[in-house]
């Protein structure tokens, strides 16, 4: 066990995915020397040397599409996107190509490419710096995509993100990348919570009864926790599931949780229109209707353009938000 | 024999005015070793013996994968295709560079480059198969060292510069049997950012590829001056590497010039442009017009470069093929198309489940919800009656 960061525990899972595959590549602006704005292969070229841990030009498009060509050629590629707002340049590559390939091919090629993409906001910075993208790609059949909230799945799910056949695009929620906790690195893969995967991380204690269901990915995870723990505070009880996987989406949880609660929330940075909360609300409306006390609500960023960092706490989720969408929903 | 470095425009007739971009230093000099009359000419630099055999392959090859495309256009006009996209005028470009290739090469095709594919041995039927709509286009990359059709312009430039980057990691560069990749695109593409980006990316990692530049005159109707005011050759230096230009409708001269920047490529020399001036004698695809867009008369200027029929003259002047040959020539191409014609008749349609097959390699649960949810809906079908169940099975339902 030892206590890192987020961006270490990426970055450990980074080597052990070097050390464990030869075919494994990462390649991006500044991953060399510098090891990443964010540090996250910080020292890996170091180790592994500059024909496994590369800087390239400064072309997102280029990063992705000749990722593209050594997925073809039999390497294992881990483009780094240096932040969310830069990943555009690279859509085409991304959408067009990397989704579309191993079905274009009738299931001859496969493309296990992994992108990572910081994202998200909170952190002060300027414009394009602190978006959250990820539903352009979850609207994208042939494309995987993730969200690590934590130390501990991101160590894990990194590595299981590299091994996994399919293209991932792997968001990493920027503001939680200095946030610390244990990590067991003795374990295997094989062991490890599935990658595409949701996991209840908050449940009513035996004996009491939840009265909403929240649900957050990436960022939120920890803004929904803090939310469950005030209300709990105050005598309500607040289940919270970190969804981990935005493409498949893995609800059954959530009904599992909402049929108990008849409350459903989602909770994310991105958007509110076409964004994550408006997928997951129809499912549950379908899946879990008679169950419904209330019509599923959203807690998200508002449909501006990313706002100056002296607006953002207005902008994104916060306890606050929560906990109001909590107390609507509830007086439905 | 004469000197081969000519001038476009030189040993040529001077092209009409959008077959040559308004360069403001003046035409650079391209390769030729074959004039349209069937002069064979020699080259200092970029110069390749043919045996007698070896001329009278290319000749075939040309006439075969134009017979083959011909039939293409044919297909659809009869719809039987959704569209062809044909190579008419640019067989020597691509039989040229296409035997150029060895056989551990790699090759990266637009989605015109039905030359190069046959030349690379694969069944001419692939390429119809897309434009049936049958299929996505569906190659081995890796069984046929020839990737997948790619249809966004440009993007496929990117791709063989990654793989070339790969095949500089394997350490399969540097002797005679080091690997080299051959990425095509054309005067359209180079506008696109992909492209440049592959250019700078081949560059920096001294990757081992040559980027063959059909410079066919026109993106669909928008002509060359408005992609580039110099030569496309010229874009190499900026980047840092060596480009030629080619006579894109000499056969001879498009072998020479390919086999030289690969073997270039494959010892470690880095990456290569080629720009072949060539010309698309047909439409863009069969949804195009272009009466529109260009002059009769610049059409027959460029009938007048023929590729097939300056082979042809040579091997004539030459006593290397008689008329007995041409004639057995035609025949087996006509053979190879009505072959060809027959089996993209029979070609079955898929089966409407199979549109769900190879999303993702590991499956998706919500995916296969989908699936489950259209087969239910098919078999809905099926139980008001076999008619409306061979409907549903048989492509027969309503659009």
């Known amino acids: 066990m030892s206590t890192l960061t987020m961006s270490k525990a ?12 030869p075919k494994v590549l990462i390649m991006g602006e500044d991953v060399g020397r510098l090891g990443g704005v964010f540090r996250v292969t910080d020292g890996l070229q170091k180790d592994f040397g500059e024909q496994r841990v590369f800087n390239t030009p400064l072309a997102e498009s280029g990063i992705v599409g000749t ?48 992108i990572r993409i910081p994202y998200g906001g909170g952190i002060g910075a300027v414009e394009h710096h602190s978006e959250s993208p990820e539903a352009y790609f979850v609207h994208t059949p042939g494309l995987r995509v993730v969200s690590c909230s934590n130390p501990v799945d991101a160590y894990w799910m990194i590595q299981q993100a590299i091994r996994t056949d399919d293209p991932v695009i792997f968001f990493e929620p920027k503001s ?17 919570y599935p990658l595409f995967a949701s996991r209840v991380v908050r449940r009513a204690p035996a004996g009491r009864s939840a009265q909403a269901t929240l649900i957050a990915y990436g960022p939120t995870v920890r803004t929904a926790l803090h939310a469950a723990q005030v209300a709990a505070d105050e005598g309500r009880e607040l289940e ?12 059954a949880p959530v009904y599992d949780s909402v049929r108990r609660t008849g409350r459903a929330i989602v909770v994310h940075e991105a958007s509110r229109t076409g964004g994550l909360g408006a997928e997951i609300a129809s499912r549950v409306t379908e899946e879990c209707f008679y169950s419904l006390e209330a019509p599923v609500l959203r807690v998200t960023g508002y449909d501006i353009p990313y706002p100056p960092a002296r607006l953002e706490d207005e902008f994104l989720p916060t306890l606050d938000r929560v906990l109001d969408a909590v107390d609507r929903s509830e007086k439905w | 024999m004469l000197d081969g470095q ?10 009409t005015a959008p077959a040559s971009a308004g360069h403001e230093t003046g035409e650079p000099e391209f390769v030729q070793l074959l004039t349209p009359d069937g002069k064979r000419l020699t080259h200092p630099e970029y110069d390749v013996e043919f045996t007698d055999d070896e001329l009278r392959d290319l000749y075939r090859d040309m006439v075969v994968v134009r017979r083959l495309d011909a ?90 510069t990654g793989y070339a980057m790969g095949v500089a990691l394997d350490g399969k560069v540097g002797g005679d049997d080091g690997e080299a990749v051959l990425a095509y695109f054309g005067d359209g593409a180079s506008s696109q950012g992909d492209v440049n980006e592959s250019f700078v990316w081949a560059s920096v990692f001294q990757a081992p590829i040559v980027f063959f530049c059909q410079n066919n005159q026109y993106a669909i109707s928008t002509p060359v001056e408005r992609q580039t005011r110099r030569a496309l050759v010229h874009r190499a230096s900026g980047f840092g590497f060596p480009g030629v230009r080619v006579d894109g409708n000499d056969v001879l001269a498009c072998y020479a010039v390919t086999r030289r920047a690969l073997d270039e490529a494959r010892h470690g020399q880095g990456p290569y442009l080629i ?55 035609a025949a087996d191409a006509a053979r190879q198309a009505v072959e060809l014609r027959e089996r993209v008749l029979a070609m079955p349609d898929p089966q409407p489940m199979d549109m769900f097959n190879h999303v993702y390699v590991e499956g998706s649960p919500d995916l296969e919800a989908q699936r489950e949810e259209f087969a239910r809906y098919l078999a809905a079908f099926a139980s008001e009656g076999p008619a409306m169940a061979a409907e549903q099975t048989g492509g027969g339902r309503h659009r």
């Open chain 1, 10 to 21: 990426l970055n450990e899972g980074l080597r052990r995915a070097l050390e464990d595959d």
């Open chain 1, 67 to 114: 990722a593209v060509g050594l997925a073809l050629r039999g390497y294992r590629p881990v483009c780094e996107i240096q932040f969310d707002g830069f990943v555009y340049p690279a859509y085409d590559q991304i959408v067009s190509q990397v989704a579309k390939i191993h079905y274009r091919s009738g299931g001859l090629v496969r493309l296990p490419i992994v």
């Open chain 1, 176 to 192: 939680r990348y200095w946030e610390k906790e244990e990590v067991d690195t003795t374990g295997t893969l094989a062991d490890a």
């Open chain 1, 240 to 251: 919270v599931i970190d969804l981990r996987s935005l493409s498949p989406l893995d609800l």
């Open chain 2, 6 to 15: 000519a001038a476009l425009g030189g040993a040529l007739d001077p092209p």
């Open chain 2, 71 to 160: 039939e293409g256009t044919a297909l659809q006009r009869q719809g039987e295709l959704a569209l062809w996209a044909s190579l008419s005028g640019q067989e020597a470009a691509q039989v040229g560079s296409g035997r150029a290739l060895r056989p551990q090469d790699m090759v990266f095709p637009t989605y015109r480059e039905h030359g190069v594919l046959y030349c690379r041995g694969i069944d001419p039927i692939k390429p119809f198969v897309l434009f049936r709509g049958v299929a996505h286009g569906g190659i081995d990359p890796n069984e046929h060292k020839f990737n997948m059709y790619t249809i966004v312009v440009g993007a496929q430039t990117l791709h063989a």
């Open chain 2, 275 to 329: 720009e072949a001036c060539t010309y698309r004698m047909g439409p863009h695809t069969t949804s195009d017009d272009p009466t529109r867009y260009r002059t009769a008369s610049e059409v027959e200027t460029w009938q007048g470069r023929d590729p097939i029929l300056r082979l042809r003259r040579h091997l004539e002047s030459r006593g290397l093929a008689d008329d007995a040959f041409f004639d057995e020539v």
